[in-house]
């Protein structure tokens, strides 16, 4: 792309925390030459328009039809809202958008990243679900029409810059970080009497109640080994996890020859998302993140995970290892039972067990086309719905 020019930025899930980050560093990072071109969110129609007023989209998407009925109602000829599935895919596969911040939330992602892609769009990619329910199908679509995948999550940024330090044949092991999420201190025993509002106060990362109680649950480090196996193509022998309570070190690359190199930055998502964007521009330009102080470096700690305080991780292994439906399968189980489990409906030690549950009896599909893993995906979201 040539220096100095103007990049159109779509970002889908504008007002979750990612998106918000996103639109910080488009505002901010002015070396990045970036301009929002769409903007699309669920249902949050107040941030929305906040947003809509700093940045003047061209186009705007709201998912939810009566949300984006009672908008367009308010905003009057000034903003013309497009509504549903379509109107999100055509926008991330808009002729005129550069690149596509992916911050959608859970299985929704999936069409329209697979329309960026076909598109041959640049996809920041910040969501986890959409490689777990098709990482094959995905990857194979963006090589087929020169799309690329940037990963946006801490950890999958963390690693995509390690790699470059060697060739992929060479490693021997990649390794994700954990915070241990919100209960990494209370008891075993205690866990069953979990409440959402427990689980919800993350130590660290300010996240969506989704995706902090997948951090409570280890069901996001579970989904993250299935998200590294697709971006990277190593396989589960290849992939570990190691617990880190200060969030410094996002993730560690241990290669052939003996050495051990690890990425730390402060757990901050501006900074992978600055480094996303920046990768077709100006690369790494001074931003919104400083650089860490010695003792901030002082006193870090690695460990093993306790395979009984955090079973998801054998899961998403399991996933690696077997393939075809059985990621769509453990995201769309586990996306019934937070769901449950926040109505109050079934115990916090319920939700990884519901899973494992689901996926001990369905029937693997390989090489799924992406009407089974849909197929995949409902029947999954039904079985779960029996389990409580």
Known sequence: MPPGKIRKVAVLG??????????????????????????????NTGLLAEQIAQHKPKRVVIQDSRAAALF???????????????????????????????????????EPTLAALRSGKTVALANKECLVMAGALVT?????????????????????????????????RLIITSSGGALRNIPLEDLANVTPEQALNHPTWNMGQKVTIDSATSINKALELIEAHHLFGLPAKSLAVWVHPQ??????????????????????????????????????VPGCVSTLPVKT???????????????AIALGLEVCERGGTLGAVLNAANEIAVDAFL???????????????????????????????LTADSWAREQALMRF
């Not at 639109?23 to 929002?36: A, C, H, R, T, W």
């Not at 009057?76 to 895919?89: C, D, H, I, P, Y």
């Not at 470096?297 to 079973?311: F, N, T």
């Not at 067990?353 to 996926?359: A, F, I, K, N, R």
């Open 140 to 172: 194979a679509e963006a090589q087929k029409h020169a799309g690329r995948i940037i990963p946006v999550d801490s950890e999958h940024s963390a690693a995509f810059q390690l790699m470059k330090t060697g060739r992929t044949s060479e490693i021997r």
């Open 343 to 373: 109505a109050g409906k079934i115990p916090f030690t319920k939700i990884v067990s519901l899973v494992e549950e689901v996926m001990q009896i369905h029937k693997i599909t390989a090489n799924p086309s992406l009407e089974q893993i």
């Open 72 to 110: 367009q109602t308010q905003a009057g000829q000034s903003v013309r809202v497009e509504t549903g599935a379509e109107a999100l895919n055509d926008l991330a596969s808009d002729p005129e958008v550069d690149i596509v911040i992916m911050a959608v939330v859970g299985g929704a992602a999936l």
């Open 14 to 43: 504008s007002t979750g925390s990612i998106g918000v980050a996103s639109l910080d560093v488009i505002s901010k990072v002015l070396p990045l030459n970036l301009e929002v071109f769409g903007l699309a969110c669920a249902s």
């Open 297 to 311: 470096l002082s006193g870090l700690s690695l460990s093993e995970p306790d395979p009984k305080r955090m079973p």
């Open 247 to 284: 969030s410094i070190i996002h993730a560690v690359v241990e290669y052939a020859d003996g050495s051990t190199i690890l990425h730390a930055s402060q757990p901050d998502m501006r900074l992978p998302i600055q480094y996303a964007l920046g990768l077709d521009g100006p690369g790494r």
